[in-house]
């Protein structure tokens, strides 16, 4: 590329949402032909400054340069016509539409109606080898092929400065490979790409130039050649351990058998499809999978809340199906849902009330039909101490703390009374790395303590570095189990539906 | 391009459908409910049987080709009628048990055949004119096919639209009153229209501007506006009476259209409004699904976060479009005083408007569909009206419960889940 001048520039942006300061004053510069990573943790500001760039937010500093010009946007159509394209981590596609009817939407003129729209999806596909059908209904493509849509849409409008916002979360390793392709395939024809994420290894692997981001502000600029630990501390700003400490697993007789079970959805799918596996007291089951393939069913089943459930889940010989939730948690079953903002917490409700929100009936917290108040408080400030929860006070609303301290709520409630059965699902979705490390040694402890412990996540490392032994699921069934040590190719593979022996077959032949 | 580019060898599978490996899930609902009404059939048709024929009067005195009346002896007919329902039930347990899928002739068969034995039932010793029957059909069912084109689009545009029942209030006293005032009925039309249009630009503002629950500000605004037109109807039109008598819309009679047996006289000999009626219903369906317009009208009530991000103004374009369903709406009202009635009274449109936004339900937020569901009302209430003048064994409070239990059942049982445009009733916020 002979363009030595920035493709687009970002100068002391800085961004409010009331006292918080998102954004504080920073600087990027990305040139054509390069990918640059913005690296950061959950909440460090990645979004906010790109949704800035997009139109979608007003900075309320700051300035956005395209090929040195000084461009104003009022709305994501503006960003659009200057030839900024994103591919949105909450994919931007009406589900009810098809690809081409998305492509289409708002710039029904420029792509000439519906067939001129069909006409460019098929061109884009062919060109980076795409295998979509311009009529599918979004709502019936995988994740992957949805994400390609959004990619075409971008396209289908010729960015030149592409943004790709956590791409990587919904995808398997198979298909973070082939986004990577396709990537450097864009960089190849002269286009600018940043690519925000908070995963190492892909920005080891993809990266021209790397810019940290940390609590809003730009803390510096990292070598590709960096290892991962120098990535994460200066992510984190402070020395990170990455791996997950852990002794040899000392088994119990505690048991949780799960057994041929399945549950359908309101139109008759198996969304679990005839799942069989037992959880040993002292060991960590972890589930793998790409989100949406039955894993949220499955701990629903075992929590008593989908209705369409057959088989059996039984937890030291009683079988807990059909039973209702509340008989569920008086077994001894502790449960991280993986929404803890929808499920896990009610969000006007003060710390205290949460921590006590499952333990209302009979002693210690209510007396003849009344609460406690006293034993609601001791037990609150008792919890928020061991939890390490960062709040004013026990008063406080709990939907008003950070995604780290509202999960440590959820934590500190479940593991707070006698457990014989813990499932966590998702446990560190959207959680800050401190607070990734104190769940997992929470999660650690409780193995520990010689109970069954399920952990469903879509993370490939979280599951590797935290399980006695993995299961991987796919479109509602297990596809095997196999101990922590597998590799991640395998583990992708299976997570992509081919079963391990398939594999061990295909590499001995 | 021209140098296509080699597709790389290990390109990933095509992608597979996303369709999960099913159980197969029984529903007997709709089995259950056939034989339930299977069984009230044959205790009123053939247990409680009456004696006689019923004559159904197929043609009018003015029409070109005559068609003789249809004589039924009612046992009989009474008898086969059970017959043939027991027999659908049955397929439809038998296709239930086996699984396989029988298209929507199944209902509409047993509805049809409900309806005629249900008819020559009560009509036993009379005679029922279909062509009034059909003809009053067409009359009962405009303002809810207007009032459901206004839900349609407004809630395919995101916003919950309870107010049909104030557009259509508001349009008919508005409509009544300037077409007294003017002497001109298409003025009063318009004016009708325009009426309509600011109750919804009401219920566009509190929505969109200012995050009212907009369910909320739906019932407001009916309460609101009966209670105004109410007012000014026994405060000023009583004390004015010139001010309350439009003339009517002309009846225009289409040559040859208009002779066509049995539903000719019902549907072509009408006024604007009816035929109005018949291209506005096409040309929104055609709009919604074929347009630049429909695509932008259900992307904002779908998902209008990725409708701002490829740069649709979504909240000014809600606005315009609840504008637009007001104005269709105001059609509606304005046949009340214009067409149907001659006069504005209180509170004359009854409850139609929730009859219309069930008919919207009913009709999955498909225009077709909520104007053959609109139909359906209609028909039940011109059943209603036909039965009580030829005097019929049900007592007529129970006729008048006829449209309403339909909606319920309609509502709430015979449909599977349909499935609302899944923004609407949610206020988009900018950052």
Not at chain 2, 349 to 359: D, H, V
């Amino acid at each position: 590329m002979t363009a030595e001048h920035s493709s687009l520039e970002l100068r002391g942006i800085t961004k409010r949402f009331g006292a918080l300061t998102a954004n504080d004053h920073i600087d990027l510069e990305v040139r054509a032909g390069e990918i640059h990573c913005l690296l950061g943790e959950n909440g460090a500001g990645k979004s906010t400054l790109m949704n800035v760039l997009y139109g979608l937010y007003r900075a309320d500093e700051g300035e956005i340069l395209l090929d040195g010009q000084v461009q104003r946007f009022a709305g994501p159509g503006d960003a659009m016509r200057a030839g900024i394209g994103m591919v949105h981590q909450h994919f931007m596609l009406i589900p009810v539409f098809t690809v081409a009817e998305n492509v289409l939407l708002g710039h029904e003129r420029e792509l000439g109606g519906l067939s001129g729209a069909k006409q460019k999806v098929r061109e884009i596909s062919q060109r980076f080898g795409f295998d979509i059908d311009p009529d599918a209904r979004i709502e019936d493509l995988p994740v992957g092929v949805q994400q390609r849509v959004e990619i075409i849409k971008a396209l289908s409008q010729d960015a030149k400065v592409l943004v790709f916002d956590e791409p990587t979360a919904v995808l398997t390793p198979q298909e973070t490979d082939e986004l990577m392709a396709v990537m450097q395939q864009l960089r190849g024809e002269g286009r600018a790409i940043v690519f925000i994420t908070h995963k190492l290894r892909e920005v080891r692997a993809i990266a021209d130039r790397i810019t940290v981001i940390r609590l809003g502000r730009v803390v510096g600029e990292a070598s590709p050649q960096s290892t991962s630990t120098e990535l994460a501390s200066m992510m984190v700003g402070r020395p990170v351990e990455l791996t997950v400490q852990k002794d040899q697993p000392v088994l119990t007789d505690n048991q949780l058998e799960v057994r041929g079970l399945t549950v359908l959805d309101a139109i008759g799918q198996k969304v679990v499809n005839d799942v069989s596996f037992t959880v040993q007291g002292g060991e960590v089951l972890c589930i793998a999978g790409v989100q949406g393939n039955g894993q949220t069913e499955l701990t629903e089943a075992i929590l008593g809340l989908q209705h369409r459930a057959r088989g059996a889940i039984l937890l030291n010989g009683t079988d807990l199906l059909g039973r209702s939730v509340r008989e569920v948690l008086d077994a001894g079953v502790g449960f991280v849902p993986e929404d803890r903002k929808v499920d896990g917490l009610v969000g006007d409700f003060s710390v205290a009330e949460n921590l006590m929100l499952d333990r209302y009936r009979g002693e210690p917290f209510s007396k003849a039909g009344t609460i406690d108040r006293g034993a609601r408080d001791s037990f609150a400030e008792e919890k928020m101490g061991a939890f390490d929860v960062r709040a004013q006070g026990i008063e406080t609303p709990v939907g008003t703390l950070s995604g780290g301290n509202q999960q440590k709520v959820v934590l500190a409630r479940e593991l707070g009374r006698p457990l014989a059965l813990f499932v966590a699902s998702q446990p560190t979705r959207g959680l800050d790395v401190g607070s990734i490390e104190f769940v997992h040694s929470q999660i650690i402890a409780t193995r520990d303590a010689g109970i069954p412990v399920i952990v469903v996540s879509t993370e490939l490392d979280e599951v590797v570095g935290l399980a006695d032994r993995i299961a991987v699921m796919y479109r509602g069934g297990v596809v095997g189990i196999v101990p922590s040590d597998t590799s991640r190719d395998v583990l992708g593979l299976m997570m992509a539906g081919e079963r391990p022996a398939d594999h061990a077959e295909g590499a001995a032949a | 391009m021209t140098t296509q580019q080699p597709i790389d060898a290990h390109t990933p599978a095509p992608s597979e459908p996303a369709a999960l490996e099913r159980a197969v899930v029984k529903h007997w609902k709709a089995p259950i409910s056939y034989a339930v009404i299977t069984v009230v059939a044959a205790i009123l048709m053939v247990g409680l049987a009456r004696e006689g024929d019923a004559t159904l009067r197929l043609a009018t005195a003015s029409d070109f080709i005559q068609l003789p009346d249809a004589v039924m002896p009612v046992r009989a007919t009474g008898g086969v009628v059970v017959l043939l329902l027991a027999a659908l039930t049955a397929l439809s347990f038998w296709a239930t048990g086996t699984a396989r899928r029988l298209g929507a002739w199944l209902p509409i068969a047993f509805g049809v055949l409900f309806v005629v034995g249900f008819l020559v039932w009560a009509g036993a010793g009379a005679m029922i004119p279909i062509p009034g029957l059909l003809f009053a059909t067409v009359g009962l069912s405009v303002p809810l096919i207007f009032g459901a084109m206004g839900g349609v689009i407004s809630e395919r545009a995101g916003v919950v639209n309870i107010a049909i029942e104030a557009q259509l209030l508001g349009g008919a006293f508005t409509g009544a009153v300037v077409a007294s005032a003017t002497g001109s009925t298409i003025v009063g039309v318009l004016a009708a229209m325009v009426a309509s249009v600011l109750v919804s630009m009401v219920l566009a503002v509190f929505a969109i501007r200012y995050l009212v629950e907009q369910v909320i500000v739906g019932v407001v605004l009916n309460v609101l506006v009966a209670g105004l037109t109410n007012f000014l109807y026994s405060s000023v039109l009583t004390a004015n009476p010139a001010l309350n008598s439009p003339t009517r819309l002309p009846r225009i009679r289409i040559p040859g259209l208009a002779d066509i047996p049995i539903i000719g006289p019902a549907m072509f000999n009408q006024t604007i409004i009816v035929y109005a009626m018949y291209l506005v219903v096409p040309l929104i369906a055609w709009g919604l699904f074929k347009t630049t317009w429909g695509l932008r009208l259900r992307a904002i009530g779908e998902h209008p976060l990725a409708a701002d991000t490829v740069g649709i103004r979504v909240n000014p374009l809600r606005f315009w479009n609840v504008s637009l369903a007001g104005a269709i709406a105001g059609l509606g009202g304005a046949y009340f005083t214009l067409d149907s009635n001659g006069a504005f009274t209180r509170e004359m449109t009854a409850g139609l408007g929730y009859i219309a936004l069930a008919a919207v339900i009913f009709g999955q937020w498909h225009p077709i569909k909520a104007t053959a569901a609109a139909l359906l009302f209609g028909f039940a209430s011109a059943l209603q009206q036909t039965l009580g003048a030829i005097g019929s064994p049900v007592p007529s409070e129970f006729m008048l419960m006829l449209p309403y239990v339909i909606t319920i059942l309609a509502v709430a049982g015979f449909i599977g889940q349909s499935r609302p445009p899944a923004a609407s009733g949610k206020a988009y916020i900018k950052q």
